[in-house]
């Protein structure tokens, strides 16, 4: 066993096994007693009575920022070229495009040291259009320089460089607009074609289109577009060319990159079609490519395009050495030895090397490393027999057969090896010398070759320790010791000036090697606090480059947790934090391999689809480039980790992988008990199923209509069920309780709905079942029936609160206004002003547009006439086209124009009406979006009889948002409250978004202290940019008795929210515990207020704004 790692924070004393360490006592249950009584704990005592909370501080948008250039490009292309005469050039083209503020393009090219004296340098180059790859002759109104000319063929220009060893073009605003890239290659002497290493010079003026580069790269795998196929030369020449435009493109044109390489170098893609080509060919362009990817892999903006171009390196060959040394060495070691050299002459007859000398003659690999080693092994041995160790070598270690080899055939006299061999064993230390020859250009995969490559490229001591480390390597230490010399090494490649493609090629090979190790680690023994340091160690070696915004904010935070936190280990104070610490890496990693798998995918399927890839791998493609990470290693530690913490912080037993979709909370499907492993195929869409399955092996499908599937087995978050699950929206959970899973197989054969209350799962049997299921028209007659308050038309447009009544707006209209005039709420909180359009605004709106009153009329029998046929791909596809003709196309009334301009000046007068008005259509829309229609469906509400009014409210600046239930909505206890608090607004809360809440409860007797169920690990929080408006729905068929509708319509701010990460590592409702204790007492009191106000328990929303405190919508909750 490898002891805990040395470099990470220093556990304290071994913490009592899990199962040892002590829970606190579930409090008594509650006494029944009077009314009164339970409305007077002493932390419940209401302070005096408060001085109204100061208006809300208001922002201002920001005024508009003055224009400024924009640099579309800046790079230098080296350019190394040997004439007729075989002088050699060196030197380069820096490229450079910027647009201006008036949206003019400057283009500007210089030359170095290519410009012979008295001689002539000219760019032949062309523009090509938006969505086209044809050349063509610059647009009419294009300033160029002077002498540029046609080149003679009606495409392409000549342009000369000047004196001072420039070229500039201008593109005044409106000229070239649909250019979208400048391309072309360097004349000298109009004799000398100066190609570049980046391929032709490419200049984008508008950002390039990823879809462009994949169709470029894909096209190229075409088998039935070429007559002879392609080769493994010909695509690392397309990826050379074009590798500038995908750093230009971002993630997704890295994606594609990553996609081709990665799917050639599992030899996806055919290695060995089309023509031959030489070996210094080969070794040129394999060291360019990869040059450039090392240095993509350090510059790229962004940290996902960062990944992808490491990813793309690590599955390239350095390149480099002399290629000539392949091709004459192999024909020297044959002449030495009497080897015959072909068909004619004299000479020992070894087939074998005919073979492959024709090979490395024509398309020399990485392949040739591997046979020139499998060819020692049989040299090695002892003939007769030993050929078959050739064989045997190259299978047990490259996994190439005979097949392989005798494909590896392009271009002319080449026709596959085959052998047998001679044996000689005399040639072995030739061939040790030659093996070496082509490692220096194929070479550079694994740590050793890859250190002796970038041997004086780095720091003398980290060199030196990186010696230490390979001559060691099995020893306990030099697994974390990896960590630390990866991080100490990236100064020299991702920071530094120059980025060394055999430094980074070595720091790969030390990441995969760490998480090899960490796969083969026995934990057999180690006690938690060894394991949480092995996690933080994995995390490091996941950050080295800094490429996971998100993993880094949450190391942050664990780090702290794991650390000098200020809290005694394995208290339940502090396992909560470690809880949520671990939740946060959790997400982070689920996060960014999620994102990885679905920008990978897509280049994938396409290229498949062009190669004629075998469709079995290629489905799986993300998914197994998430396994190959090595954010693999952090997911194991992870789950190795989080069993002995969550027990000792007293969470719930249900651990949840993908959250599913908020349609589970109404009906979620027929509970079936199985295997998974044991449908695979099926298909239960007509009739969707949730899923118990005792068992997961990680790599079952999830087959169509599966809403949810519910396991007592662990779950790996990186396994190929999980990520499957989370790409659609299929809740995936685990309950390893005994008794909490007998409960969920009690319900086989039940109708359920699945509601995710906090970190509880709730799964309960659902009054809509039968309808939801169903796609036919009507209620099925057990469907409970809905008594919705009739429409009462008002003249007005918009409405203030002492008008808000039955009739007119919905519940949280008017209960905001209720509350908004009692005395009782004014000690705890207070609560915003509104305003509302009523709910025959709607009918109003589209009366006056009879345009959009013809669509709208045409879209409902749509969706009538396909539930009827039940039909529910056509169903979903009408109730789209209404909610986009009312959102998109309803035109607003004159006369509501000033309302809505008065309402925008009561709340800061930052929005406009036409914006609020487009706000307002959208929580129209939202009436007919599915699951809002199956609802109402399956309780036998008529279309027509439910109405929708807008609550419009200024949206408050929020530090914190909360959630209040004034019955447990997980036991129904009408005695205890039940809490929930985020960071920022409430979208993060009430959207259901992935990660923890502070979660409290507090029970209703005097006495009794709140609780903290789990503390918070949401990554992202939600903030209005500045002062803006938000419109709620206020439908008059939500919160029924016996049907909750919350949730089933839209909310929207005039001004979408912004999303930032939320630092946990130096938040207040982490860390500062009497501030926590405090808030959590005071919103207790304002839930037992408003309770005591409304008369029945509460569905409470709100806000926190420094000490203030603001009630945003409270409801009855349906219990």
Same mark, same amino acid.
């Given at each position: 066993?490898?002891?805990?790692?040395? *470099?990470?924070?220093?556990?304290?004393?071994?913490?009592?096994?899990?199962?040892?360490?002590?829970?606190?006592?579930?409090?008594?249950?509650? *006494?029944?007693?009077?009314?009164?009584?339970?409305? $007077?704990?002493?932390?419940?005592?209401?302070?005096?009575?408060?001085?109204?909370?100061?208006?809300?501080?208001?922002?201002?948008?920001? *005024?508009?920022?003055?224009?400024?250039?924009?640099?579309?490009?800046?790079?230098?292309?080296?350019?190394?070229?040997?004439?007729?005469?075989?002088?050699?050039?060196?030197?380069?083209?820096?490229?450079?495009?910027?647009?201006?503020?008036?949206?003019?393009?400057?283009?500007?090219?210089?030359?170095?040291?290519?410009?012979?004296?008295?001689?002539?340098?000219?760019?032949?180059?062309?523009?090509? &259009?938006?969505?086209? /790859?044809?050349?063509?002759?610059?647009?009419?109104?294009?300033?160029?320089?002077?002498?540029?000319?046609?080149?003679?063929?009606?495409?392409?220009?000549?342009?000369?460089?000047?004196?001072?060893?420039?070229?500039? &073009?201008?593109?005044?605003?409106?000229?070239?607009?649909?250019?979208?890239?400048?391309?072309?290659?360097?004349?000298?002497?109009?004799?000398?074609?100066?190609?570049?290493?980046?391929?032709?010079?490419?200049?984008?003026?508008?950002?390039?289109?990823?879809?462009?580069?994949?169709?470029?790269?894909?096209?190229?795998?075409?088998?039935?577009?070429?007559?002879?196929?392609?080769?493994?030369?010909?695509?690392?020449?397309?990826?050379? /060319?074009?590798?500038?435009?995908?750093?230009?493109?971002?993630?997704?044109?890295?994606?594609?990159?990553?996609?081709?390489?990665?799917?050639?170098?599992?030899?996806?893609?055919?290695?060995?079609?089309?023509?031959?080509?030489?070996?210094?060919?080969?070794?040129?362009?394999?060291?360019?490519?990869?040059?450039?990817?090392?240095?993509?892999?350090?510059?790229? =903006?962004?940290?996902?395009?960062?990944?992808?171009?490491?990813?793309?390196?690590?599955?390239?060959?350095?390149?480099?050495?002399?290629?000539?040394?392949?091709?004459?060495?192999?024909?020297?070691?044959?002449?030495?030895?009497?080897?015959?050299?072909?068909?004619?002459?004299?000479?020992?007859?070894?087939?074998?090397?005919?073979?492959?000398?024709?090979?490395?003659?024509?398309?020399?690999?990485?392949?040739?490393?591997?046979?020139?080693?499998?060819?020692?092994?049989?040299?090695?041995?002892?003939?007769?027999?030993?050929?078959?160790?050739?064989?045997?070598?190259?299978?047990?270690?490259?996994?190439?057969?005979?097949?392989?080899?005798?494909?590896?055939?392009?271009?002319?006299?080449?026709?596959?090896?085959?052998?047998?061999?001679?044996? #000689?064993?005399?040639?072995?230390?030739?061939?040790?010398?030659?093996?070496?020859?082509?490692?220096?250009? !194929?070479?550079?995969?694994?740590?050793?070759?890859?250190? /002796?490559?970038?041997?004086?490229?780095? /720091?003398?001591?980290?060199?030196?320790?990186? !010696?230490?480390?390979?001559?060691?390597?099995?020893?306990?230490?030099?697994?974390?010791?990896?960590?630390?010399?990866?991080?100490?090494?990236?100064?020299?490649?991702?920071?530094?000036?120059?980025?060394?493609?055999?430094?980074?090629?070595?720091?790969?090979?030390?990441?995969?090697?760490?998480?090899?190790?960490?796969?083969?680690?026995?934990?057999?023994?180690?006690?938690?606090?060894?394991?949480?340091?092995?996690?933080? &160690?994995?995390?490091?070696?996941?950050?080295?480059?800094?490429?996971?915004?998100?993993?880094?904010?949450?190391?942050?935070?664990?780090?702290?947790?794991?650390?000098?936190?200020? #809290?005694?280990?394995?208290?339940?104070?502090?396992?909560?934090?470690?809880?949520?610490?671990?939740?946060?890496?959790?997400?982070?990693?689920?996060?960014?391999?999620?994102?990885?798998?679905?920008?990978?995918?897509?280049?994938?399927?396409?290229?498949?689809?062009?190669?004629?890839?075998?469709?079995?791998?290629?489905?799986?493609?993300?998914?197994?480039?998430?396994?190959?990470?090595?954010?693999?290693?952090?997911?194991?530690?992870?789950?190795?980790?989080?069993?002995?913490?969550?027990?000792?912080?007293?969470?719930?037993?249900?651990?949840?992988?993908?959250?599913?979709?908020?349609?589970?909370?109404?009906?979620?499907?027929?509970?079936?008990?199985?295997?998974?492993?044991?449908?695979?195929?099926?298909?239960? $869409?007509?009739?969707?199923?949730?899923?118990?399955?005792?068992?997961?092996?990680?790599?079952?499908?999830?087959?169509?209509?599966?809403?949810?599937?519910?396991?007592?087995?662990?779950?790996?978050?990186?396994?190929?069920?999980?990520?499957?699950?989370?790409?659609?929206?299929?809740?995936?959970?685990?309950?390893?309780?005994?008794?909490?899973?007998?409960?969920?197989?009690?319900?086989?054969?039940?109708?359920?709905?699945?509601?995710?209350?906090?970190?509880?799962?709730?799964?309960?049997?659902?009054?809509?079942?039968?309808?939801?299921?169903?796609?036919?028209?009507?209620?099925?007659?057990?469907?409970?029936?809905?008594?919705?308050?009739?429409?009462?038309?008002?003249?007005?447009?918009?409405?203030?609160?002492?008008?808000?009544?039955?009739?007119?707006?919905?519940?949280?209209?008017?209960?905001?206004?209720?509350?908004?005039?009692?005395?009782?709420? *004014? $000690?705890?909180?207070?609560?915003?002003?509104?305003?509302?359009?009523?709910?025959?605004?709607?009918?109003?709106?589209?009366?006056?547009?009879?345009?959009?009153?013809?669509?709208?009329?045409?879209?409902?029998?749509?969706?009538?006439?396909?539930?009827?046929?039940?039909?529910?791909?056509?169903?979903?596809?009408? #109730?789209?086209? &209404?909610?986009?003709?009312?959102?998109?196309?309803?035109?607003?009334?004159?006369?509501?124009?000033?309302?809505?301009?008065?309402?925008?000046?009561?709340?800061?007068?930052?929005?406009?009406?036409?914006?609020?008005?487009?706000?307002?259509?959208?929580?129209?829309?939202?009436?007919?979006?599915?699951?809002?229609?199956?609802?109402?469906?399956?309780?036998?509400?008529?279309?027509?009889?439910?109405?929708?009014?807008?609550?419009?409210?200024?949206?408050?600046?929020?530090?914190?948002?909360?959630?209040?239930?004034?019955?447990?909505?997980?036991?129904?206890?009408?005695?205890?409250?039940?809490?929930?608090?985020?960071?920022?607004?409430?979208?993060?809360?009430?959207?259901?978004?992935?990660?923890?809440?502070?979660?409290?409860?507090?029970?209703?007797?005097?006495?009794?202290?709140?609780?903290?169920?789990?503390?918070?690990?949401?990554?992202?929080? !939600?903030?209005?940019?500045?002062?803006?408006?938000?419109?709620?729905?206020?439908?008059?068929?939500?919160?029924?008795?016996?049907?909750?509708?919350?949730?089933?319509?839209? $909310?929207?701010?005039?001004?979408?929210?912004? =999303?930032?990460?939320?630092?946990?590592?130096?938040?207040?409702?982490?860390?500062?515990?009497?501030?926590?204790?405090?808030?959590?007492?005071?919103?207790?009191?304002?839930?037992?207020?408003?309770?005591? =106000?409304?008369?029945?328990?509460?569905?409470?929303?709100?806000?926190?704004?420094?000490?203030?405190?603001?009630?945003?919508?409270?409801?009855?909750?349906?219990?």
């Amino acid at each position: 066993a490898v002891p805990p790692p040395a *470099a990470a924070v220093p556990p304290p004393a071994a913490p009592p096994a899990p199962a040892e360490v002590p829970t606190p006592a579930a409090p008594p249950a509650p *006494a029944a007693v009077p009314a009164e009584a339970a409305a $007077s704990p002493e932390w419940m005592n209401p302070t005096p009575e408060a001085a109204p909370a100061a208006p809300v501080a208001r922002v201002a948008p920001p *005024a508009a920022a003055p224009a400024s250039e924009k640099i579309r490009f800046d790079e230098y292309a080296k350019v190394d070229f040997g004439g007729h005469d075989r002088t050699e050039t060196h030197g380069g083209v820096h490229m450079f495009a910027v647009e201006h503020p008036d949206g003019s393009k400057t283009v500007t090219l210089t030359q170095t040291d290519l410009l012979p004296e008295g001689g002539s340098l000219e760019w032949h180059w062309a523009c090509v &259009m938006e969505g086209s /790859d044809t050349w063509c002759l610059p647009p009419d109104g294009a300033v160029l320089p002077g002498g540029t000319n046609d080149s003679g063929d009606g495409k392409a220009s000549r342009t000369p460089f000047g004196g001072d060893g420039k070229i500039v &073009m201008e593109f005044p605003r409106g000229v070239g607009d649909d250019v979208a890239r400048l391309v072309g290659i360097l004349v000298r002497n109009n004799s000398d074609w100066l190609h570049a290493n980046v391929g032709d010079l490419t200049i984008p003026l508008m950002t390039p289109n990823s879809n462009g580069i994949l169709k470029a790269l894909s096209s190229g795998e075409n088998k039935k577009n070429q007559e002879h196929g392609t080769n493994l030369y010909n695509r690392f020449c397309r990826i050379n /060319d074009k590798l500038s435009e995908s750093q230009q493109a971002g993630p997704q044109g890295a994606a594609a990159i990553f996609a081709t390489l990665r799917l050639s170098a599992v030899r996806q893609l055919a290695w060995y079609a089309g023509g031959n080509y030489q070996g210094k060919d080969m070794a040129h362009m394999q060291k360019v490519i990869c040059e450039r990817m090392a240095r993509a892999s350090a510059t790229a =903006e962004d940290g996902m395009s960062r990944q992808l171009y490491r990813a793309a390196l690590g599955t390239l060959p350095r390149g480099g050495g002399n290629g000539d040394d392949i091709r004459l060495g192999i024909l020297q070691i044959m002449r030495d030895n009497g080897i015959k050299e072909g068909r004619q002459g004299q000479g020992i007859e070894d087939e074998f090397l005919q073979q492959w000398h024709q090979k490395l003659h024509s398309n020399t690999t990485v392949d040739d490393i591997y046979i020139c080693e499998a060819y020692i092994e049989f040299l090695r041995g002892e003939a007769p027999g030993a050929w078959d160790d050739f064989w045997n070598h190259l299978w047990d270690n490259h996994q190439l057969d005979k097949d392989d080899l005798a494909n590896m055939k392009a271009g002319w006299r080449t026709e596959g090896i085959h052998g047998p061999a001679e044996h #000689l064993p005399h040639m072995i230390d030739p061939m040790l010398h030659f093996l070496w020859i082509l490692k220096i250009t !194929h070479g550079g995969g694994n740590m050793d070759s890859a250190m /002796d490559f970038a041997r004086g490229k780095m /720091d003398g001591d980290v060199e030196g320790e990186i !010696h230490d480390l390979l001559a060691n390597r099995d020893e306990g230490w030099a697994i974390n010791k990896i960590v630390e010399l990866r991080e100490r090494m990236s100064g020299s490649w991702r920071y530094g000036d120059v980025t060394e493609r055999d430094v980074v090629l070595l720091d790969i090979a030390m990441e995969k090697f760490y998480r090899q190790k960490i796969e083969g680690l026995d934990l057999t023994g180690w006690d938690y606090d060894a394991r949480l340091g092995q996690l933080e &160690m994995s995390i490091r070696n996941v950050l080295v480059g800094q490429d996971f915004d998100r993993l880094i904010s949450a190391y942050e935070f664990f780090r702290k947790a794991n650390g000098d936190s200020g #809290l005694t280990r394995w208290t339940p104070e502090w396992a909560k934090v470690m809880d949520a610490a671990l939740e946060s890496v959790s997400l982070a990693m689920e996060y960014h391999m999620d994102d990885l798998c679905q920008l990978v995918q897509h280049p994938a399927d396409v290229i498949g689809e062009q190669a004629d890839c075998d469709q079995a791998y290629i489905m799986n493609f993300g998914e197994e480039v998430v396994r190959g990470h090595s954010m693999f290693a952090v997911s194991r530690m992870l789950s190795e980790s989080r069993p002995g913490v969550r027990e000792a912080a007293g969470r719930s037993p249900w651990d949840v992988a993908a959250l599913g979709s908020p349609q589970l909370a109404s009906y979620a499907g027929e509970v079936t008990v199985t295997e998974l492993a044991d449908i695979q195929g099926g298909d239960y $869409s007509a009739a969707p199923v949730v899923i118990l399955s005792a068992r997961l092996g990680g790599l079952e499908d999830i087959p169509p209509g599966v809403t949810a599937v519910l396991t007592s087995a662990p779950v790996d978050l990186l396994s190929h069920i999980a990520i499957r699950a989370r790409q659609t929206g299929v809740l995936l959970a685990a309950m390893p309780d005994p008794a909490g899973w007998e409960a969920l197989v009690a319900r086989a054969g039940q109708g359920v709905k699945i509601e995710v209350v906090g970190e509880e799962i709730k799964v309960s049997e659902s009054e809509l079942g039968p309808a939801a299921a169903s796609s036919a028209a009507g209620a099925p007659a057990a469907a409970p029936k809905l008594t919705l308050t009739p429409k009462a038309d008002t003249a007005d447009w918009v409405v203030t609160p002492d008008k808000y009544a039955e009739g007119v707006v919905g519940g949280k209209s008017s209960s905001l206004a209720k509350l908004g005039v009692s005395p009782a709420l *004014a $000690s705890f909180g207070r609560v915003p002003a509104s305003s509302a359009l009523p709910f025959n605004a709607f009918e109003k709106a589209l009366a006056a547009d009879s345009a959009t009153a013809a669509k709208v009329t045409a879209a409902a029998a749509a969706i009538a006439t396909a539930d009827a046929a039940g039909d529910a791909n056509a169903r979903r596809a009408a #109730l789209d086209t &209404m909610r986009s003709t009312i959102a998109y196309e309803l035109k607003m009334p004159d006369d509501l124009v000033t309302p809505l301009t008065t309402a925008a000046a009561a709340y800061g007068n930052t929005c406009a009406p036409a914006d609020i008005y487009q706000a307002v259509k959208k929580v129209w829309a939202s009436k007919w979006n599915e699951r809002a229609f199956l609802s109402r469906k399956a309780c036998g509400v008529e279309e027509d009889s439910l109405h929708m009014a807008t609550l419009l409210m200024e949206v408050v600046p929020a530090e914190n948002a909360f959630v209040l239930h004034t019955a447990n909505p997980l036991t129904g206890d009408t005695n205890e409250v039940f809490g929930e608090v985020c960071v920022g607004l409430g979208e993060a809360l009430v959207g259901n978004e992935p990660g923890s809440a502070l979660s409290f409860t507090a029970a209703k007797t005097a006495g009794a202290a709140p609780a903290v169920r789990s503390l918070p690990s949401k990554p992202i929080a !939600h903030h209005a940019p500045y002062t803006t408006m938000i419109v709620r729905s206020d439908s008059n068929g939500e919160d029924l008795e016996g049907f909750a509708g919350a949730g089933l319509y839209d $909310s929207v701010t005039v001004v979408p929210t912004e =999303e930032r990460l939320v630092n946990y590592a130096d938040e207040p409702l982490v860390w500062d515990e009497p501030k926590r204790t405090a808030l959590i007492s005071r919103l207790a009191q304002l839930a037992v207020a408003i309770e005591a =106000e409304m008369g029945v328990p509460q569905d409470i929303e709100g806000c926190i704004v420094g000490d203030d405190i603001y009630v945003l919508q409270s409801r009855n909750q349906v219990l």
